[in-house]
């Protein structure tokens, strides 16, 4: 069993920074791709960022240039960098990632964590 925790949500001012952390644990396991998703209030949950195992990443076009995804593979763990936030980041923010266990590959998510960014 894999588990992912997030945690580095919060309030903060429009303009603001936030860094947010998801560490995966469990054992003999390895991780792919990782990615966090965002889901506000009567919306679709969509994609922010996204990075593989060997560091190529994706990013959704309204956090571009704001936004940086990074991971440190030795930790299992991935971190979602927010500058210059604006209200409409203010959502729910999920962590993902594709993780191979005994050669099949399972997606988990994390719990969420609150972001919410006042004018």
């Known amino acids: 069993q894999v588990q992912l925790l997030e945690s580095g949500g919060g309030l903060v001012q429009a303009g603001g920074s936030l860094r947010l952390s998801c560490a995966a644990s469990?054992?003999?396991?390895?991780?792919?791709?990782m990615g966090w998703y965002r889901q506000a209030p009567r919306k679709q949950r969509e994609m922010v960022a996204g990075?593989?195992?060997?560091?190529?990443?994706a990013y959704a076009n309204s956090v571009k240039g704001r936004f940086t995804i990074s991971r440190d593979n030795a930790k299992n763990t991935t971190y979602l960098q927010m500058n210059s936030l604006k209200p409409e980041d203010t959502a729910v923010y999920y962590c993902?990632?594709?993780?191979?266990?005994?050669?099949?590959?399972?997606?988990?998510w994390g719990q969420g964590t609150q972001v919410t960014v006042s004018s």
């Open positions: 993902n990632a594709a993780v191979t266990v005994y050669k099949t590959t399972y997606n988990y």
């Open positions: 990075i593989t195992s060997g560091g190529s990443t």
């Open positions: 469990g054992s003999r396991f390895s991780i792919n791709g």
